[in-house]
DNA sequence: CGTAGTTTTGTTTTT
DNA sequence: CAAAACTACG
């Protein structure tokens, strides 16, 4: 056997080496799965003579699944690339393309993300007079949703409606998925139900599948759903070689309707499964992973393990209440340039780590003040944005006439005088006649009291009708800037003249770039495929760690990362856990809350910040939130207390019953007060420049210095700029020269 | 039909 | 505090 395997622990090898039969790894944080996972397909192919295309590994992100591919294609040298290796949602839509016409569907159908699937779902309430007021549709859309992850199909989910409100669901249910398939077109649920559907309905289908997948391997297999669960149940049954890698201890994604028994009881589900137990952590120091073993030891009915580590005990927890959300992430802005001044450290070594990704807004703003180079993973990603949507849409309706939600989304953008009236007569005229948006507007001249209209419509299908001609001799990128020209979608932009109009041209630039790099890459690059691509791209795909750069994501978003040094800020009560996680009174919400903070605690490789803020501005509210219960859960003998120092002023009295992390600290027996309110001297050099003086700044020019305040480490100077205004930046950081 | 101005509403987390 | 939804007017 090749000595790449003896690089490899014995319970790591026992992984890699148990090749039939199920498998379950139970790996905790930072174990090392991914090299147990890519080590075993390596063995497989090499030792065990496997065909790739008999190994099908399921990733979580497409991120995940690149990253498997690079891996084992340096391992084996080569043959990776027959190995089917991506999402669950990728994969199933690979299947669909092939089969899903025998369950009644157009294989070229589009795929539905949650803001089309929300205004399907208000067309079909607004059409049965569901009143908005009463059912939300954000509430009506996951009742659907997780039905759909259950596998109750319309017809079965009516049957079991007792009450009022799942029966307007039941209603609103069984017109929403009608209308999904007059667009032709699936919903996220859908790829995995339909796909489901097709392997029950069709015995060939799923046999040929079960064939040729022999060896099956699932990663972050504690955050499945029910659907996904069915799904690798039914290719493992024949050969039985599924090997499922997880942690319950990191299951997060119970919202969307993740099961924690799925691999609770595997054991259960696969009689004589080998259970193999990783416990070794290879990533975090001593210090970092005995807190997170603390605080998730307190939580129930887990699977019994413990994670140790020979790694060295490493820098003690900062822990630290700011006063602010301004002040935390001043602190990390001042953290992160000491780090790099004083110990040599990268910006791409920290990572920024939030409950809410709202709270990234307070940080971008000081970091653009102190010119640290960040990226933010998630949030309102680049396709959610509206002029890549709109886009996105004129391309959509070229592709396929029957999406309404793609037709009706740029039937007058920009403007072309086709207001709500007209829209609703040929949304009415569709609806009375059985035929979709498009073909109703091609029909205008049917409807009656169009007379205005109907020429304004009229060139407007006709556009499309001459661009679906033109597609064919066309590349992708010609064809969107036909769209973008004849539509004078950008001419507009530009005429309004706007920071924000500019921003939107720019990302239109950035779309054309990456139709051009798909065209590159892609051996048949065709429209269909470029929206399926976009439709199914996670943000946190496009992260690259090699970059430069601060990150800052939610811990969500960070789970299967690491990092040398992380900051988790908004370690409070009301946020982390979450508000709503506290009020529902649920022991298992505030649970999921707990295995949250064990994700991001164990991100850490050698320095971890908990901090929270005093008071904290929340949906245009101030809040006094109390330190995170988390925070109670780890010993202090953890805890760096020389950077703990006391919040100084309460706001006011009525707050004064909340525990700030002074008297917490103060009252816990563990605490050693130490220098508890020194605070760290303004560092070892001096200003060339003072009050009065003009500096020079490499972004904003020339400015008059108003005030200096030591502060931290480091002068916090206020300076004002004619082009800028009045900006208050850290010596350190900003390079100010005198002018 | 379009606009500007006003009111309401919402936030956990995402493939 | 924003974005979305609504209202009133030209």
Known sequence: ?????????????????????????????????????????????????????????????????????????????????????????????????????????????????????????????????????????????????????????????????????????SKVYTMYQDRLKKNNALDFDDLLVKTVEVFRLCPDVLSYYQDKFRYIMVDEYQDTNHVQYIFVGLLASRYKNLCVVGDDDQSIYRFRGADISNILDFEKDFRNAEVIKLEQNYRSSKNILEAANQVISNNYGRKNKTLYTDNESGDLINYRCL??????????????????????????????????NAQSRVIEERFILNNIPYKIVGGTSFYQRREIKDILAYLKTINNSTDDIAVKRIINVPRRGIGTTTINKVENYAYNNDVNFFDALCEVSQIPNMTRSSKKVGAFTHFIKVLRVEMATMSLVDLTNEVIERTGYVKELEAEGTDEAHGRIDNIGELISKLTEYENNEEEPTLNGFLEEVALIADIDNYNEETNVVVLMTMHSAKGLEFPCVFISGMEDGLFPSYMSISSGQQEDIEEERRLCYVGITRAKQKLYLLGANSRMIRGMTQYNQVSRFIKEINNKLFDLEYTKPVQDMPNEKTSFRKNAHSFLKSNPYVVKKNANKMPAPGNFTLNYEVGDLVKHMKFGIGEVLAIQPGGADYEVTVNFPSAGVKKLMARLANLKKA
């Open 1 to 169: 056997m090749d000595k790449k395997y003896d690089s490899l622990n014995k319970d790591q090898k026992k992984a890699v080496l148990h090749t039939e039969g199920p498998l379950l790894i139970l790996a905790g944080a930072g174990s090392g799965k991914t090299r147990v996972l890519t080590h075993r397909i390596a063995y497989l192919i090499e030792e065990k003579k496997v065909a790739p295309w008999n190994i099908l590994a399921i990733t979580f992100t497409n991120k995940a699944a690149k990253e498997m591919r690079e891996r084992v294609d340096s391992l084996v040298g080569s043959g990776s690339e027959d190995i089917w290796v991506s999402t669950f949602h990728s994969t199933c839509v690979k299947i669909l393309r092939r089969h899903i016409d025998k369950i009644g569907y157009d294989r070229y159908f589009t795929i539905y993300d949650t803001d089309d699937q929300k205004k399907l779902i208000r067309d079909c309430m607004k059409q049965l007079n569901v009143d908005p007021k009463q059912f939300k549709e954000n509430s009506i859309l996951s009742s659907i949703s997780s039905a759909k992850d259950k596998l109750l199909t319309p017809k079965k989910f009516e049957k079991q409606a007792y009450e009022y409100r799942d029966q307007v669901v």
């Open 323 to 356: 006063q602010n959300e301004q002040a935390e992430a001043e602190f990390m802005a001042g953290e992160i340039i000491k780090g790099i001044e004083s110990e040599g450290r990268d910006f791409k070594d920290y990572a920024i780590l939030y409950r809410t």
